[in-house]
């Protein structure tokens, strides 16, 4: 037996020997994993200069104001097109054409007007009618009326007719409406196109119809951002109820973590039973309505998701989902019954350690900061670099033309040779792209601002979980608690993570922004391969994927607890990550019970919160709260604001419960540290606190009297 033992140190690393000088946390440290402090701080000049450069080339404009012709903006303030806020096409039949799908530009001269049109004219009538005023505020700016009819309409400098439209997402499209079956533009079935010849109405629905597909998404977008502009107050009162139930229940947890445990388990129990209940009752309502028994396949994939919840399959989706959930949770209550018990006596432990670090408590507030910076870096360099490409002319022709398709310059067109080669062809804006050395490096320019968010936010992270291990390693190795415990644990544990171990925390983060990237590009890869035939790649990429997020995993786990070493030791990254993994090895029975039935009960008071503020939410933005129904905004998706009060809800609670979570890490590696380095005699007294002795039927040594 002791052969056996000793065997399965030696491969699991040698146990920790007694130090008489170690006192927790070393004070007297050096500089650790120095080269990659270095790598760090070039990589964070090289962002701000990637950042100066797309704020440079960039125009977040581009985004949301549609463009003419000539790629000017229609709407924007302290331009010529301030008061011409829509998007007017000459010939929306045109949109029809397949260049609408390959290019995103209709190819059909389009101006920026004050009001759609809202009636019924061609341009031969109108030229000898006193509505040509009006008509000419269809037509290109600084028109004049020196040519002919055939020539007007040739050069598109007018429109050949015009048809009653309605703005759409800023751009006009034609005001079609059904009457008794029949499909019309103001009172007419059929119109005038201007040449002489009337075409049917089904013709300006194809055109509207391809020139709207390329807006769905931005329609959806638009919906959903009038949605957050009518909301945001409530969400936001929705995120501070979250914060003051993460609060209270961390504060509670302090004073009363038993019954805490024990409420937070037949609260998250009551709460799926509530959750099918009501699945079943509305399963029950919709039996015999009409339609209800539509099949989710056979309805197929819809924006508005409100039209799932008429379907009875849907509610039996979610009641299914929700039992499985319930019954895996009893069972797991069942056989981790006794393991419970030992959870909430590390749980108390960990609360007294949060006790006397209150201040612990609002370090996920400095966090949250700096990775709300570190998004909005990223998000802004992200707009501005998508959009810092140049307007970008082509030449459209109705018919076959060799030089179409060509780019061009919209002030030299009339003179050149492409004009007289296709005479009715016309030099438009086609899409924002670029020809220079910048814009063919725009790709590679956005995989780096996704790398350096990915690093810069597991920095953040990383310099966290140090912060508040060592703070908490402080608490574990004072002898006498809380008398030996120092003054300002966290902010000299902060203090230390910065001045020595910004390199280890920059390798470690680096590790993992690595498997990350190559994750986001993995997942781009699986995109482009959906349409591909070869199953031999869908089932390799499959797999590729699988690994990379169990390897994702276990670098973060690791990550974790080489921090934790770090804190403790102030050794090299490598170092502490072995170490660290050894220490768990030689103790792999304790760790898979007691701490991650910790975890396990700390995702039951995430999933406690997020859900009693998810049901409120949900009540609230469906009118089902009698008291306050007519406070309540009226929504485009109400699906928005709620899962925006679930997401944000859930990412409160981890912030509060990470505190706890890293006391409960932090505090498991040092008591097992405490057990290998210390028996309990008055040479080698254990550290931990009575709680944990009693719990593990430990004890120290009085000193023998001579």
């Known amino acids: 037996m002791g052969g056996e033992r000793q065997h399965y140190y030696g491969k699991h690393g040698t146990p920790q020997k007694y130090d008489p000088t170690f006192k927790g946390p070393i004070y007297n440290r050096g500089c650790t994993d120095v080269i990659c402090c270095v790598f760090l701080l070039l990589a964070i000049v090289g962002y701000v200069a990637v950042g100066i450069i797309a704020w440079t080339h960039g125009d977040p404009r581009k985004v949301i104001y549609p463009t003419d012709s000539r790629g000017e903006f229609c709407g ?51 030229r000898r009618s006193q509505d040509f005023e009006y008509y000419k505020k269809f037509c290109v700016p600084g028109f004049q009326n020196n040519k002919g009819v055939a020539e007007v309409l040739r050069d598109g400098d007018c429109p050949a007719v015009l048809t009653p439209s309605k703005p759409l997402a800023r751009r006009c499209f ?40 390329v807006l769905e998404a931005r329609q959806l977008a638009m919906r959903i951002f009038e949605d957050y502009t009518v909301s945001w107050y409530w969400i936001i009162i929705g995120l501070a109820i979250a914060m003051v139930l993460s609060l209270l229940f961390i504060v509670l947890l302090r004073f009363l973590a038993g019954i805490m445990v024990w409420v937070m388990i037949v609260m998250v129990i009551l709460v799926l039973g509530y959750g099918i209940f009501h699945c079943y009752m509305e399963y029950a309502r919709l039996r015999g309505e009409a339609g209800s028994d ?45 393991r419970i018990l030992i959870a909430i006596a590390l749980i108390k432990e960990a609360s ?32 501005f670099l998508s959009t810092s490409n140049e307007a970008v002319y082509k030449i459209f022709n109705d018919t076959a033309c060799s030089v179409a398709g060509k780019t061009c310059n919209p002030e030299t067109f009339p003179s050149s040779n492409e004009s007289r080669l296709c005479p009715g062809a016309h030099c438009q804006f086609a899409f924002y792209g670029g020809e220079s050395t910048y814009h063919r490096a725009l790709l590679g320019l956005q995989i780096f601002n996704a790398f350096m968010f990915f690093w810069l936010a597991n920095f953040v992270l990383a310099l966290g979980q140090v912060t508040l291990a060592g703070a908490f390693a402080s608490y574990y190795w004072a002898l006498n608690k809380p008398d030996n415990l120092p003054a300002f644990p966290l902010f000299s544990a902060f203090g230390r993570a910065l001045r020595y171990h910004t390199g280890s925390l920059a390798f470690g983060s680096l590790i993992l922004a690595i498997v990350q990237i190559i994750r986001v590009i993995l997942e781009y890869l699986d995109q482009r391969l959906k349409a591909a035939e070869n199953k031999f790649a869908k089932f390799l990429m499959t797999c590729l994927k699988c690994c990379f997020w169990c390897l994702e995993k276990f670098i973060r786990f690791l990550n974790r607890n080489a921090y934790i070493m770090i804190a403790i030791y102030g050794t090299n990254f490598c170092t502490s990550a072995r170490n660290a993994f050894f220490l768990l090895m ?49 929504l485009n998706y109400y699906w928005v604001p709620i899962l925006t009060v679930i997401i944000g809800s859930y990412l409160i609670a981890h912030g509060f419960f990470s505190v706890y979570g890293m006391c409960v890490d932090t505090l498991f590696l040092c008591f097992l540290e405490d057990l290998e380095r210390n028996d309990g005699t008055a040479e080698r007294p254990y550290f931990m606190s009575l709680t944990l002795k009693k719990l593990l039927n430990k004890t120290n040594k009085k000193p023998v009297e001579s």
Request: aromatic share 12%.
């Open 76 to 126: 924007q303030k302290g331009t010529k097109n301030e008061n011409k806020p829509f998007l007017f096409y000459f010939n929306i039949v045109k949109c029809a054409s397949p260049l609408v799908l390959l290019e995103f530009q209709c190819p059909t001269p389009q101006i920026c007007v004050e009001k759609c049109p809202d009636r019924y004219l061609t341009y031969l009538n109108a």
């Open 174 to 213: 034609p005001a079609i409406h059904s009457h008794k079956g029949v499909l019309m533009v103001g009172n007419e079935t059929t119109y005038e196109d201007g040449h002489g010849s009337r075409k049917n109405i089904t013709e300006l629905v194809e055109g509207a119809k391809k020139a709207n597909g």
């Open 294 to 338: 539509i099949s989710l396949v056979d309805l197929g994939f819809h924006t508005d998701l409100r039209v799932y919840l008429h379907l009875r399959q849907t509610w039996m989706a979610f009641m299914i989902i929700l039992s499985v959930l319930e019954v895996i949770i009893i069972l797991l209550l069942i056989f981790l019954r006794k």
């Open 352 to 383: 007294r350690a949060v006790g006397y670090v209150m201040c612990s408590l609002l370090y996920p507030l400095v966090t949250f900061f700096l990775l709300c910076l570190c998004i909005a870096y990223w998000a802004s360099t992200a707009i």
């Open 586 to 634: 030689r103790n792999i029975i304790r760790v898979a019970v007691l701490d991650k039935v910790t975890d396990f009960l700390f995702l039951l008071g995430k999933l406690l919160i997020v859900g009693s503020v998810g049901i409120l939410a949900f009540f609230f933005f469906t009118h089902r709260i009698r008291i306050v129904q007519d406070t309540a905004p009226p």
